[in-house]
């Protein structure tokens, strides 16, 4: 069983960065992919970007890529987001999420087993 709490979100303005972070329970962290989604109003939940157990490999969503950076410490349980050039169509609310085991990183939200409550990102002027 893994718990995950989601921290770091806010309003920041076109062009901003926020970090968010991922604080997770359970001795077994490090066994555990991690993703992060985000969802807007009306619209489905979307793969942001993942990271490995190990942190050796890395996944990114093509809207995000060169401004977001993934990555972790498995000695403090916790997955970071690092969200650099921010504009509008960035707002949503993100997710981490967890995912047991040494596969392949995913995209598909439904292959997560473990997910935080979510943290509001808003990019607004």
């Known amino acids: 069983q893994v718990q995950l709490v989601e921290s770091g979100g806010g309003l920041v303005q076109p062009g901003g960065s926020l970090r968010l972070s991922c604080a997770a329970s359970?001795?077994?962290?490090?066994?555990?992919?991690m993703g992060w989604f985000r969802q807007a109003p009306g619209k489905e939940r979307e793969f942001v970007a993942a990271?490995?157990?190990?942190?050796?490999?890395?996944d990114y969503a093509d809207s995000v890529k060169g401004r977001f950076t993934v990555s972790r410490d498995n000695a403090a349980n916790s997955a970071n987001l690092q969200m650099n050039s921010l504009n509008p169509g960035d707002t949503a609310v993100y997710y981490c999420a967890a995912e047991w085991g040494p596969y392949i990183l995913r995209r598909d939200p439904h292959e997560y087993d473990y997910w935080g409550q979510g943290t509001q990102v808003t990019v607004s002027s």
């Open positions: 990271i490995a157990g190990g942190g050796e490999s890395t």
């Open positions: 359970g001795r077994t962290f490090s066994r555990y992919n």
